[in-house]
């Protein structure tokens, strides 16, 4: 049974959950990226041959997830969760992938965080022996997102520069029991982050409302464990993008942990700055076809060997900024390591 | 640590998580119904003072969470997560009320089978000891989600026969350790329920949707834990409505299990046949208002010492209702018993 200190966020993963095995897709304009050899498929048609962006969506999940288990060789009667979810009202991408894939389903809704507080969730499902293997997985699309939480894509509106270009991408990563075969890869502690809300109101914007939340969860870590930042060789958040970025570097200056040097956001990795996606990527698909490709693969070439995972999500919806509320957001945490053997 | 047997969706949890305290608020049609006498508190403004329904669905459940810790005599900052969601669009009631609690927060969607996920994944956080004391919470209001799923309440639409009337209700359930100090009653089994959908494209016939869902689960749960109805005092499903009620008697019958006389849903239970809400109660604050208060009052009592909870959800947004997508659904269960000392 694991201990908690009373009052801590983290908690360390006795049993060390394995990643047994993760799948990246992504869009046309994530394909001309700077991290295009990264994801294992990549589509030029954004409907996926689907009649609507919300199916092609779906079906954008539904492969990832399939790659992932087809690689490690497992069946889906063999997964014993599915935890996921998506920016769409009421999850429907990861509801769609569920009812396909046929496991036991936890729908989560963590927007941008939703990565990470899937194999959050997931990794303690294993390590506490509840599972053997689950499935952690999310995505988001560019032409779905604009349309249900900005304008019709079809008005063609100027974007601010504070704004940031929602991913068309999906990562999956599938957990194990530490004892399985799988890839050197583990889960070794996670952080539950809080809701943080700094009365910023304006939903072109998110980097701003996200990097307090995600500096919150940080220093949480830090504390919990008793941690610096040169525990790590990389901090990675979601989706801060340029303008988060900065403020995350601030925020943490200004409680005296300097990031210099160990930190990127992947809205800042995602796209290059001819692609005119203004302040970054963002959605929970950047941060999860980031990691579940890019950032994988430079911890099994050797390149780092522990990174901390910190996606971040905002919590409003369309009614609620109409409304005049400011946007509350969180930002989970996972410790993800190198072990041989 | 638990053990998971292969293919099965249910654990028994070893540690029997303990619930602390529970408390309920409801609305005032349901203030007239025949659960009147058996939640904390009612209200008779549906906005609850505030600027919009919305505000008000928030403040309802921010407060249902403050009366369950203050009747536990647990402060906010004792609560190592809040699980919780919510029926509206990025679950905002559920973020809202973590941003005033300010507790570690995994928000999930399961539509109205939100109460069950969330004791679910609470109970298995606190019997793997990676938490001690965890909320689990949901909450509906009737004016929000018609308008966001249906029409404007201004339109005074006409209802059909299968319809049923979104509970405006919460309901929050403490969950710590097995060896805490509270009420005798423990949560000692969970099943996670997999997506199931029989092509059902009626938005206003949501109990023929789930109905299926729950008879999955239901059966799922009883061959896992080579348990039988006869085990149970009762099986309480979330809000399948008189449709969805005989439906789920059908289906189980099938498959040669009879529910005879142990079997409700909270959606027949809530009102009244006179205060025509057609089909039934429904909505995630159906089942979590009538267990956090009528259930666990009736166990309490001693009239019921072993309880499963069974909350079902359908899945649609209402784009991919209009896109023409079957709606998919939902259950998940868990175990309550009484258990002295």
């Not at 294992?40 to 048609?45: A, G, I, K, R, S």
């Not at 899937?118 to 303690?124: F, P, Q, T, V």
């Not at 610096?228 to 979601?238: K, R």
């Not at 070439?301 to 905002?314: D, K, M, P, V």
């Amino acid at each position: 049974m694991a201990e908690k200190k009373r009052g801590a966020q983290s908690v360390l993963l006795q049993n060390r959950p394995r990643v047994l095995s993760f799948a990246s897709m992504a869009g046309p304009k994530e394909a001309e990226g700077p991290l295009a050899g990264t994801f294992d498929e990549t589509f030029e048609d954004d409907t996926l041959g689907e009649k609507s962006w919300e199916r092609g969506e779906a079906k954008m999940l539904e492969h990832t997830v399939d790659l992932a288990l087809s690689k490690a060789r497992v069946y889906a009667d063999a997964v014993d969760a599915f935890l996921g979810g998506d920016l769409l009202n009421q999850i429907v991408s990861a509801s769609y992938t569920a009812r396909q894939l046929g496991a036991p389903f936890l729908g989560l809704y963590g927007a941008c965080s939703t990565m990470a507080e899937s194999l959050l969730l997931g990794a303690l499902l294993v390590d506490g022996g509840y599972a053997d293997r689950v499935v952690c997985a999310t995505c988001s699309h560019f032409a779905t997102a604009e349309r249900q939480y900005r304008f019709p894509l079809e008005l063609g509106n100027q974007r601010t520069p504070t704004a940031q270009w929602t991913v068309t991408g999906a990562g999956a990563t599938l957990l194990g029991r530490g004892e399985a075969k799988g890839l050197p890869l583990r889960l070794t502690a996670a952080t539950i982050g809080r809701v943080v809300d700094r009365q910023q109101t304006d939903i072109n914007n998110m980097g701003a409302a996200m990097a307090p939340a995600a500096a919150d969860t940080l220093l949480a870590h830090l504390r919990d464990l008793h941690r610096s930042v040169q525990d790590y060789d990389l901090i990675v958040t979601g989706d801060l993008g340029c303008v988060g970025y900065d403020l995350m570097c601030l925020l943490c200056e200004q409680k005296g942990v300097s990031l210099d040097g160990r930190y990127i956001d992947c809205g800042c990795e995602v796209f290059s700055p001819e692609q005119d996606a203004h302040a970054g990527g963002s959605g929970c698909g950047c941060s999860a076809c980031c990691l579940n490709g890019w950032l994988f693969g430079r911890m099994l070439s050797g390149e780092i060997r522990r990174l901390l995972f910190l996606a971040t999500g905002a919590l409003m919806s369309t009614t609620t900024s109409q409304q005049g509320e400011s946007i509350p957001a969180i930002a989970h945490a996972v410790t993800l390591e190198v072990e041989e053997g």
